[in-house]
């Protein structure tokens, strides 16, 4: 079971816009920075959000990402079909002797 | 442009030793943390550990006992081992580039990742 909860799925229709949510705690979301990463089928993670908000260059605008206390939210608008991949949150814990933390990971289908 | 490529046996007996080692080309390791990744088939991401250019380890601590990275800056490379490993520790195994560090709160993200590579425990 991750620490940080992701709903395992997710979906959408082509210009729709979707959310994916991920839930911490104090320990980790709620004093870190939450990343995001996009996995497409077959393929290595890719950094689509850090530092809660911010787009590495050359991902699209469409993607956007928020934090709210120990929750955070990644915002896909005007959905494509090639954003049908594996999308996992990330923050770092301070518990133990700190440790990075990976949501467990949601799926998002494009209908 | 960095790029990351991991190596290794693809094929680990159980209770022996996994490792695995990550090329860095087109950039320097100075200044930056180095993590490794895995990701059992069907599954998500699991965090292993990191090592900083200068050598400073953290590992996970599920797998710390078992667990080593190393650098080489010379050779641009850092390493992975896992010991007495079991069919558990079967998993496609990532290095990537980090940025982290600590202003009032802990930044700590993977920017450049390598392909990744299949590792099978199986006797």
């Known amino acids: 079971q991750s620490a940080l909860t992701q709903p395992p799925s997710a979906s959408g229709t082509p210009g729709q816009r979707v959310t994916i949510s991920c839930s911490g705690s104090n320990s980790n979301i709620g004093s870190n920075t939450v990343n995001w990463y996009q996995q497409l089928p077959g393929t290595a993670p890719k950094l689509l959000i850090y530092s809660n908000n911010q787009r590495p260059s050359g991902v699209p605008d469409r993607f956007s990402g928020s934090k709210s206390g120990t929750s955070a939210s990644l915002a896909i608008s005007g959905l494509q079909s090639e954003d049908e991949a594996d999308y996992y949150c990330a923050a770092w814990d301070d518990s133990l002797n700190g440790r990075e933390l990976f949501g467990g990971g949601t799926k998002l289908t494009v209908l | 442009q960095v790029q990351l490529q991991e190596s290794g046996p693809g094929l680990v007996k159980p209770s022996e030793t996994l490792s695995l080692t990550c090329s860095v080309s087109?950039?320097?390791?100075?200044?930056?943390?180095w993590t490794w990744i895995r990701q059992p088939p069907g599954k998500g991401l699991e965090w292993i550990g990191y090592i900083y250019y200068t050598g400073s380890t953290n590992y996970n601590p599920s797998l710390k006992s078992r667990v080593t990275i190393s650098v080489d800056t010379s050779r641009n490379q850092f390493s992975l081992k896992l010991s007495s490993v079991t069919a558990a520790d079967t998993a496609v195994y990532y290095c990537a580039r980090t940025m982290a560090g600590k202003v009032h709160y802990y930044y700590y993200h993977m920017d450049v990742w390598g392909k990744g590579t299949t590792v099978t425990v199986s006797s």
């Open positions: 087109g950039g320097s390791m100075t200044s930056y943390f």
